[in-house]
Structure formats: C-alpha cells, structure tokens
C-alpha cells in the first residue's frame, strides 16, 4: 500500500528557509508526477512545485518562482521542496501529491496519492 508522507514544515521568520522531504513508499517515482500543492485557511487549494515522472521537467506557480527548487532523489524515494525567502502568504499546509503519468502542473482532482500534509507557517 503507497504511503505518502511529508516533513520539514514549521514555523520560520520572513526571508527565512525551509526545505520539505515527501517519501513515498512502494511508488515508482519514474511512473508519477510529483510536487506539492498547498492550501490557506479560507483559500483553495493551489500546485506549487511539480517534478515530471519523465525526465527533468519541473514546474513553479508564478507565486514561488525564483525561491523555489525542487528536486528528488529516486534511490530514497524522496522529493525535496527547498523554499528560500520565504513571506507570510507563503504560510499555508502543504500537501505532497502524485499523478500518474501526469502532465505538468497536474490538476488536484486526477492525483492518484496524497499526503497528510506539513504546516509551514511564516511570521512577520
């Protein structure tokens, strides 16, 4: 059974850093789209980052590109999101997500797993 499981949030001053792992277990990396969407209090759900199953293909929303990387490690089964100068809207619960076969950025009603989530919160 896949389980998707997420760490590294926390709380963190503006301009900070925080670098959020996914692990993925009994899930082939090279068969999913990878990344993380994220979702604020009284906001919807939006894609962050997303890592293609084929190749190096990466996306970012247009909200984190630049402080954003995201990048994985597929003999751990792991996907990192390093997030630098980080702002207060960046605060939010994130959420790892996998699509299969899917293309960038995947919509969150065809992610086949999802994680519990991990908060990041920045203050002021």
């Known amino acids: 059974q896949v389980q998707v499981v997420e760490s590294g949030g926390g709380l963190v001053q503006a301009g900070g850093s925080l670098r959020l792992s996914c692990t993925a277990s009994?899930?082939?990396?090279?068969?999913?789209?990878m990344g993380w969407f994220r979702q604020a209090p009284g906001k919807e759900r939006e894609g962050v980052s997303f890592h293609s199953w084929s190749g190096s293909n990466t996306y970012y929303a247009d909200s984190v590109k630049g402080r954003a990387t995201i990048y994985k490690d597929n003999s751990k089964n792991t996907l990192y999101l390093q997030m630098n100068s980080l702002k207060p809207e960046d605060t939010a619960m994130y959420y790892c997500?996998?699509?299969?076969?899917?293309?960038?950025?995947?919509?969150?009603?065809?992610?086949?797993?999802w994680g519990q989530g991990t908060q990041v919160t920045v203050s002021s």
């Open positions: 997500a996998a699509a299969k076969y899917s293309d960038l950025p995947p919509r969150a009603d065809i992610v086949d797993y």
């Open positions: 009994d899930l082939r990396f090279d068969r999913y789209t």
